[in-house]
């Protein structure tokens, strides 16, 4: 496994610094901030610590240690910081068939004995009439959500 060094200099240093004492940025960036001061094995930084004592000080893992170290050298200072994309690729739940037609059934008459259409209610109703084999209310609220429709109306 190959071992990255980290060598910052001290306008990075500073500017890590800031970033860690301001409380303006993402968790996850002022995480990987501080891991890099931490790490860092320039002139500039006074106490060198290994990845064991980071990882314990910080609560987080080795792994996490590591990743941001290699994109540190192999990316730069900014790639580091950066939150990485994601590369999962989420199912759509809900197509354009199923949409029409929660919005019609959003629209139309609520079952007997409701005033109106409840997020629960749409749901069930999809499933009952065999629109989807399984979808939940929040799936539901989601949908008209987009579609700017609201039941209170």
Same mark, same amino acid.
């Given at each position: 496994?190959?071992?990255?060094?980290?060598?910052?200099?001290?306008?990075?240093?500073?500017?890590?610094?800031?970033?860690?004492?301001?409380?303006?940025?993402?968790?996850?960036?002022?995480?990987?901030?501080?891991? @890099?001061?931490?790490?860092? &094995?320039?002139?500039?930084?006074?106490? +060198?610590?290994?990845? *064991? $004592?980071?990882?314990?000080? @910080?609560?987080?893992?080795? &792994?996490?240690?590591?990743?941001?170290? +290699?994109?540190?050298? *192999? $990316?730069?200072f900014d790639a580091a910081l950066k939150m990485a994309p994601t590369s999962r690729v989420y199912? +759509?739940?809900?197509?354009?068939?199923?949409?029409?037609h929660l919005i019609a059934l959003a629209c139309g008459e609520p079952p007997k004995g409701f005033a109106r259409w409840s997020l629960r209610l749409l749901a069930d109703k999809l499933v009952e009439?065999?629109?989807?084999?399984?979808?939940?209310?929040?799936?539901?609220?989601?949908?008209?959500?987009?579609?700017?429709?609201?039941?209170?109306?």
């Amino acid at each position: 496994m190959n071992t990255y060094k980290v060598t910052l200099t001290q306008e990075e240093r500073d500017q890590l610094t800031e970033m860690t004492r301001t409380g303006t940025h993402a968790a996850r960036k002022i995480i990987h901030a501080l891991i @890099l001061l931490n790490v860092d &094995r320039g002139p500039h930084n006074t106490e +060198k610590k290994i990845n *064991e $004592e980071v990882c314990k000080v @910080l609560k987080i893992g080795m &792994r996490t240690i590591d990743r941001v170290k +290699k994109r540190f050298v *192999e $990316e730069g200072f900014d790639a580091a910081l950066k939150m990485a994309p994601t590369s999962r690729v989420y199912d +759509k739940l809900v197509d354009g068939d199923m949409e029409a037609h929660l919005i019609a059934l959003a629209c139309g008459e609520p079952p007997k004995g409701f005033a109106r259409w409840s997020l629960r209610l749409l749901a069930d109703k999809l499933v009952e009439l065999r629109y989807a084999e399984d979808i939940s209310y929040e799936t539901v609220r989601r949908t008209l959500k987009k579609t700017n429709l609201s039941l209170g109306k």
